[in-house]
């Protein structure tokens, strides 16, 4: 009997979940139809915005996934990691090499720019791993976590110490102009995030699937304890990856300061979270599946703030976390994941 | 034999039931120390030497003391949360908000196109919600304790980080529904960053207490925290507080057992909320206003900190942490600052150190004393217990086994 009404009840929930997935689904098509019909060129200006923002989204929440799906933390650091790869990349560009204006020898500045700021930003998270996080492996869940909102403080110290209190701009190395298709205007910043962002998840897709390092990675984040004992130095590979994913946050931080010119000591918590959003959004733990939410929370928030039917920038986060809070109720593993068991 | 033999002597003979004597003791000692702090601030500092007085005021103002005590009411919910159910809540500050705001719709001028006034002393022609603060203090802690359990009760299937992340994000967005909460379709919720100011002042026996009645604020803010104190013990003690911890240690366990795991975990959302909601009305009427852009992340891991560093799961501990911590935000890191600048010469702003040593004190907490200052025994043994099971070295006790037989 028991067995029967459980049954029942999965069912009657499941059920409950389609549907409500189906008019979720349902209510946004037809809110972008209501907008696409209304202004067809500020659609496709704001969808190429929000794809933009997507994939710099994208090069965040993929740290958060590679340390997650290693060692089972929420590296609530590594927004503010990506900030200070933000600050690092102005000062390095702007105020140690002054380039101000687009040139041949900016273009050169920022290739070596973006090596800098993604061994700097590796250097940190590697360091902060072995400082903090290492000794706390086998501790209970709650120690690495507070351990990591504290070391996310930290960096915001330092955050503010190098940047102030306030937001600073920054003049930008990239061309300013934009060229247009049918009316709908392209700027050439986020043709380049484009440009910068594919090659690095191509390489880093490399360096996962195909690599004896990245095999190392898979097993360590499959089992710890069997890839030991398969002669895997686990702390190495843990160490190799939050450097990955310092570099991804430090790459990320390059080309928010370009394409958006400024930064402040607390950029890195907000999109930080959202980024985190993207990931569990995915899957997490799934690479494809971060890149996968980070282009869909990119495009949310980009048709959210800018279409002319919207509820505007200021319920940017509201509706972001909205999402994030129905997509744990009704769909805890993400888009991509797998469900998995708990290991008694 | 030994087993059964004690069994049978239990049953046998049933004591009656009474409060233990650390109850009486604690009940004690609390209000010895609330009267003799009172005593010290209405009765000895007025006679001492001006002196001593700029230095009391200075160091331990009468205010920085109420501060305090409202943050003590909002970490001993949060610790019931963390410490007592294990459940990692990073979004405390919404129920801070959520109470604060309860305060500034209920007992002040906001909503003038009404004019209701019940129990509260305030002029009868001031249009506005005016109700009397206790009974602010019963809604408060009804639209949080509803509001912990609408967060509650479809998150809590998740693992405990997730759970983290989902609290999170409610942390984020009831701060952002009151900041841009000036006009939803026409209605002003919440007057937007201007926020609600001023809130009615506490009615107490026919009196009406001013902003700057320190004293009698004072005694009800030590009532409440005494509340939350009586609360928090004595939950702890009972089948609620024990599935509480059961589940804190092994929730698979605690559920194979009978633990039913929602409504046990929801209750310490509750619980937690209802306190939340206590402290954010405490504190508008502390600082007789809500202003929406105080309540920010920052509230929540400030609290987190307290509850740490004090030692998770004991009230003691966490009323020592935030005590302390309270004091180093308001007055002490200040009062510092400018005693070492006059002394040394040197022109350091020591209160923007706080990012830098609330993420210290986390993280060397965590490396090196887990359990906190005040430590509780049963979660220093958690907390500790597969520290070193990497080193094959299980020391075999001997004398623990011998006991089990």
Known sequence: ?344 | MTIISRLSRKQSTPKKRKAPASQRTWSIGFLTMAVVIYIFYTYIVPHTPDGFQSQIQTWFPPSALNEALVWVIAALGLNIVVGYAGLLDLGFVAFWAIGGYTAGWFMSGFFNQWNIHFGSESAKVIPGIHLSFWIVLLLGALICAFFGILIGAPTLRLKSDYLAIVTLGFGEIIPQIFVNGENIRGFNLSNGTKGISPVDSIGIFGKRLGPFDLNYKYMIFVFMAAFMVFISLRLRSGRLGRAWLAIREDELAASMMGIPLMKTKLSAYAVGAISGGLAGVAYATHVNGIFAERFQFSISIILLAMVVLGGMGNVWGVMVGALLIAWVNSTGLPALGNEINSTFHTNINFPSYTFLIFGALLILMMLFRREGILPESRLKMILHETDESDDNEEPHDFISEEEAL
């Open chain 1, 1 to 344: 009997m028991a067995g029967v009404t459980y049954k029942t009840r999965q069912l009657r929930r499941r059920y409950i979940e389609r549907s409500f997935a189906t008019i979720a689904v349902a209510g946004a098509i037809f809110w972008l139809a209501i907008n696409f019909i209304k202004s067809p060129t500020q659609f496709f200006e704001v969808t190429f915005t929000g794809l933009s923002n997507g994939i710099l989204y994208a090069l965040i929440a993929l740290g958060y996934t590679l340390v997650y799906g290693i060692i089972e933390l929420i590296n609530f650091a590594h927004g503010d990691l990506f900030m200070l790869g933000g600050l690092f990349s102005a000062h390095f560009i702007t105020l140690w090499f002054g380039q101000r204006l687009p040139s041949a020898v900016g273009w050169g500045v920022l290739a070596l720019c973006l090596i800098a700021v993604m061994v700097f930003c590796a250097t940190i998270n590697v360091g902060i791993e072995r400082f903090a996080y290492r000794r706390l492996r086998r501790a209970p869940k709650l120690a690495p976590l507070i351990t990591a909102v504290g070391m996310s403080f930290i960096l915001q110290f330092v955050g503010l110490r190098w940047n102030g209190s306030g937001q600073k701009t920054w003049p930008s190395l990239l061309p300013n102009g934009h060229f247009s298709i049918f009316g709908v205007k392209l700027p050439y910043t986020t043709i380049i995030s484009f440009a910068v962002t594919i090659p690095v998840l191509l390489a880093l897709t490399y360096i996962v699937t195909q690599t004896k390092q990245g095999k190392a990675m898979r097993a360590t984040a499959q089992d710890q304890d069997a890839s030991r004992l398969m002669g895997i130095n686990v702390d190495r590979t843990i160490s190799f990856t939050f450097g990955l994913g310092g570099a991804l946050a430090g790459a990320a931080g390059l080309l928010f300061e370009q394409t958006r010119g400024l930064t402040s000591y607390n950029l890195g918590f907000q999109l930080g979270l959202i980024a985190f959003t993207a990931a569990v959004m995915g899957g997490i733990g799934n690479l494809q599946g971060a890149v996968l939410g980070a282009i869909i929370i990119g495009l949310i928030q980009g048709l959210n703030d800018g279409l002319p039917i919207g509820l505007g920038q200021q319920w940017s986060n509201t509706v972001v976390f909205s999402i994030l809070i129905l997509l744990m109720v009704f769909k805890p593993t993400g888009l991509l994941g797998k469900p998995t068991l708990e290991k008694v």
